[in-house]
């Protein structure tokens, strides 16, 4: 759906692997920026959750957005919110609205 949407993909299948690369990322980026524009997460994985990885992100990346996807209920997602999220199913329309609204600076910091 992402590629569909016209962006550049980069995948991790683990958390542990998320923070490899955006700490490689940080090491080759200008001034130590970010990489990558945004990062879409689960919330519920194994090695730690969507929450965890966020706060983790934000130690190498302090502006950089987050933006969950949840296949459970509202508030649980909300119960730990450090980011928005989008309920799965993921619609093509839901996930371009949530990646644009991100992009543009419409999130909380």
Partial sequence: MLKHLGHEVVTANLPSQAL???ERSS???AAGGPGFDLVISDITMPEMNGHQLAARLRQLWPQVPVLFMTGYDSHMAEAGASAPFIPKPLSLRSLADGIAKM???SHPA
């Fill in 20 to 22: 490899a690369m955006a």
């Fill in 27 to 29: 090491a080759g980026g």
């Fill in 103 to 105: 992009l543009a600076g």
